[in-house]
């Protein structure tokens, strides 16, 4: 079992740190800073050809596609590295208000950022509203990561905008991407 954790360790820590350098990039692009990237796509991601980690079978067998890598990702942050996502924290100084454009849930409870599929928007689509669109894909009952159970978007109230819904890793994946096998159980309250 230490061989596993190991492997999925190594690969999630490439993985997320190429998460930050999407996301720094997404919001560099965002405020019209100086970026060496154009595009976040040209944010190259971890070879994990090789990799042996659960994270790398899944992304082989399900041949994920860059924005679905990144989703998956974002759904695993929270668990493993949470403070990646603080940047996301920060305040419209005009409005003095977080930013629309990042979504996400700040909870009362939890201190940290919760992604969104706003988020997940903010991040692939920008401004695209193309893009933005085929984002819905992923998150319909169809899309294997609702057939497989591996990650979904809580359905918002009836009033508020789709994507405002958090992006929810099934703790049966968590499990699998972090100690290798599916162990994790817990009761889940809306108190």
Not at 11 to 38: A, C, H, M, P, R
Not at 160 to 170: D, H, K, N, R
Request: net charge negative; aromatic share 12%; glycine share 4%.
């Amino acid at each position: 079992m230490k061989g596993i954790i190991k492997k999925n360790a190594t690969t999630l820590t490439q993985e997320l740190n190429w998460l930050s350098k999407v996301i720094d990039t997404s919001i560099k692009l965002f405020f019209g800073e100086k970026t060496e990237f154009e595009s976040i796509y040209d944010v190259q991601p971890p070879d994990i050809t090789h990799d042996e980690s659960f994270y790398a079978e899944v992304i082989k067998r399900d041949q994920i596609t860059i924005p679905e890598r990144i989703v998956l990702l974002l759904s695993i942050a929270p668990h493993v590295k949470p403070e990646m996502l603080d940047v996301f924290l920060i305040k419209n100084k005009i409005l003095d208000k977080y930013f629309t454009e990042f979504g996400g849930i700040k909870d009362a409870k939890y201190d940290g950022f919760i992604p969104t599929g706003e988020t997940a928007a903010f991040i692939l689509a920008m401004n695209n509203l193309e893009s933005r669109f085929d984002l819905f894909n992923l998150f319909c009952d169809d899309h294997y990561f609702n057939k497989r159970n591996i990650l979904h978007i809580i359905k918002p109230r009836g009033y508020e905008p789709y994507l405002s819904g958090a992006l929810v890793l099934s703790l049966e994946y968590l499990s699998y991407l972090t100690v290798g096998v599916s162990k994790f159980t817990a009761v889940h309250s809306d108190n």
